[in-house]
């Protein structure tokens, strides 16, 4: 792609939580959308309710009309890894799709399609907090939280990594605030990554294969308030160090 910039499209859905939000971040990082690719998949109640407990319902979704601003073709598909899906991303040439929020598991088809592969934002460490609940694992073992942007693959969370940079918990009081955070600084993150692999300022060579890691699964409610008192009591260690930096 040396010479031009890579054509990016999305992945997300018409009402999911976070792709406003996600697709706001990569405008903002003054990313190309050639397209946005919608999954009529709708969003579950159960979703938005851990969503809003998660963030004290600081975080509410934003409307898709943001695209309309920004001139992005919004083009609705049977499902993320139907077979026409896959087919517009060849059509259109695009070399990256970005994950802001499908609801499939992608398949290899649609790995496959666009020349560099599909970018994902991960809410943990990886490869050592791969799965569910990476944020409250990390707080239960006091490491810290940190986002990675990666290239997904047939493995869920064992991409290639682009980069892992840890979450700033400057401000951070409480579990919501270090959720909200930690979201917040992964869209701009993202965003980054986005922009710079489009530019060609990063590349393929720049991402690394993963090693050995760790799959966790989802916390039940005990725990979760185990979570949500570390943070609250400054029993989390990387919170300890904020304060006395």
């Known amino acids: 792609m040396t010479g031009s910039m890579l054509r990016v499209a999305a992945l997300t859905t018409q009402d999911g939580i976070l792709g406003g939000r996600i697709l706001r971040g990569m405008l903002d990082a003054g990313v190309v959308l050639d397209a946005v690719l919608l999954d009529p998949t709708p969003c579950s109640a159960r979703e938005r309710e851990i969503h809003a407990l998660r963030t004290d319902d600081r975080l509410p979704s934003l409307s898709l009309a943001l695209l309309d601003d920004a001139g992005v073709e919004c083009m609705e598909v049977e499902d993320h890894n139907a077979p026409g899906a896959i087919a517009l991303v060849r059509e259109r040439g695009i ?19 666009p020349t560099l592969g599909v970018l994902n934002c991960h809410p943990g460490r990886l490869p050592d907090y791969r799965g569910s609940c990476a944020v409250e694992h990390a707080i239960l073992e006091e490491q810290p939280v940190a986002n990675t942007v990666h290239l997904m693959s047939e493995g869920i969370d064992e991409g290639a990594v682009l980069e892992v940079r840890e979450v700033d918990l400057t401000g951070v009081a409480t579990y919501p605030d270090l959720r909200v955070a930690t979201y917040v600084q992964g869209f701009a993150f993202l965003g980054a ?7 060609g300022e990063r590349t393929r060579d720049d991402f690394i294969e993963q090693g050995a890691g760790r799959w966790n699964g989802p916390v039940d409610d005990a725990t979760m308030s185990e979570v949500e008192a570390r943070v609250a009591d400054g029993r989390y260690a990387p919170l300890q160090a904020v304060s006395v930096a």
Not at 95 to 113: E, F, K
Request: glycine share 4%; net charge negative.
């Open 193 to 199: 990554c986005v922009a710079a692999l489009q530019t």
């Open 95 to 113: 070399d990256l799709l970005v994950n802001a929020g499908t609801p499939r598991i992608v398949s290899p088809a649609l790995l496959d399609a």
